[in-house]
């Protein structure tokens, strides 16, 4: 018996032209209609989430394709904002980049000294947070802390560098996007 699929799995691939696909998910649309919401000047839109939800839903049961141009799921959500007297918001509506990433391991390697890897740390998050992307990941801090450290094995002051380079992510991201940015640290 073949494997049930997972609910992020039955939703297509977005098709975004010189990038691979990527698979969609709610937290993605729930940004791009609320950055649309912000655009046509409604802070804090409360309906973003359901909305999403509703086109997830349709997209999940209704739509029988495994991918669809970025146009098409463009079009599927303006249709939806001005359907359901939204037509501001549907104006401003494009589907946000996806989440660009940040090796911190590599990040270490190539600037071994703590003082090296904040200086291009804080370049690296100007850029990504900057480029307008609604979510950064950040992937490889426990290697990038063994790394500075110098250590072989986890010990408390890995775990103080750690909780630093999480904080100084988190406050860097948050002065230069206080809203609109979805974090993955790991």
Known sequence: MPAKKTISELLPLVAIPGASPTRLNESWLILS???????AGHH???????????????????????RIERETLELILRRSLTGIGCPAIARHFELVSSAPSINLAT??????????????????????????????????LRSCVL????SASWRTSC??????????IRARARNLSPS??????W
């Open 180 to 185: 609109l940015l979805e974090l993955t640290i």
């Open 107 to 140: 990040l270490a390697q190539q600037a071994p000294l703590e003082i090296l890897f904040y200086q291009q740390l804080a370049s690296l998050l100007d850029e990504k947070v900057s480029s307008l992307a609604s979510a950064l990941r950040l992937e490889g």
């Open 159 to 168: 775990q103080k560098l750690n909780d630093e380079i999480v904080y100084f």
């Open 147 to 150: 790394a500075l450290t110098g």
């Open 33 to 39: 209609i609320e950055k649309a919401a912000l655009r």
């Open 44 to 66: 804090a839109w409360p309906l973003a989430t359901d909305v999403a939800r509703a086109v997830l839903h349709y997209l999940r049961h209704d739509f029988k394709h495994p």
